[in-house]
């Protein structure tokens, strides 16, 4: 054997392929800056949950970085981690948000999520976040799991709305300003089901119409 041959090995290893997906560049950039800084890598982005899919199709990364809300969408990457669940059970999966939401870090942790850190979290927890996730664990940032603990203990004089996993789609959708429509023909179900839901949503978060609802819609997705 040569020496060039000897050599080759090293050169050749494949960097470890991440995949960002987020709507802001800064934000992918700098979370790109913080994994380069613990792994040797190459990271690519999206700024779309469509193309954060397209990218994961083509490169099938060894780790994706998923914000929450893309663009209007409030649940967009719950969708994409949906998706990706459906055909990857095995693929580390980090959300990374800006939302102090409960419910939405409960949803995405639901739908499949390995982990979720908030964006305002010191460097060195979104490190420990990453390497946990990385390696096949789970991390939930500390604030956000004592509050999504807390979603399961009902408050004196009131009762906790509860909603199924299509309502909160559907919710999610009506809270970006939707029509019943558009919200059937991207759910792929009749605009009566939608008509129905919306119904059963108005009458569970008390929404007198449509734009009640919406509103609504907006605080419960924020945790207010």
């Not at 939707?178 to 179900?189: E, G, N, Q």
Request: net charge positive; aromatic share 4%.
């Amino acid at each position: 054997m040569t020496a060039a041959m000897k050599s080759a090995p090293a050169a050749a290893r494949p960097k470890v392929q991440i995949l960002i997906v987020d709507d802001h560049p800064v934000v992918a950039e700098g979370w790109g800056r913080i994994i380069r800084a613990r792994v040797d890598c190459e990271i690519s982005s999206a700024a779309s949950a469509s193309e954060g899919w397209r990218q994961w199709r083509q490169a099938r990364p060894a780790m994706m970085v998923i914000d929450l809300s893309i663009g209007r969408n409030k649940i967009a990457g719950i969708r994409l981690i949906e998706r990706l669940r459906r055909v990857d059970p095995d693929l580390p999966i980090l959300v990374f948000t800006m939302h102090r939401s409960p419910v939405l870090a409960r949803r995405a942790l639901l739908s499949g999520a390995n982990g979720i850190i908030n964006k305002d979290s010191p460097p060195a927890e979104i490190c420990d976040a990453f390497a946990e996730v990385a390696k096949g664990g789970n991390y939930v940032d500390t604030r956000l799991a004592m509050q999504i603990a807390l979603l399961n203990v009902p408050r004196p004089g009131s009762s906790a709305v509860r909603l199924t996993g299509r309502e909160e789609e559907i919710l999610g959708m009506i809270a970006e300003g939707m029509s019943y429509r558009d919200i059937a023909d991207r759910a792929c179900i009749s605009y009566k089901t939608v008509s129905n839901v919306s119904l059963v949503l108005k009458d569970k978060l008390g929404a007198g119409n449509l734009a009640d609802l919406v509103v609504k819609g907006i605080r419960y997705f924020d945790g207010e």
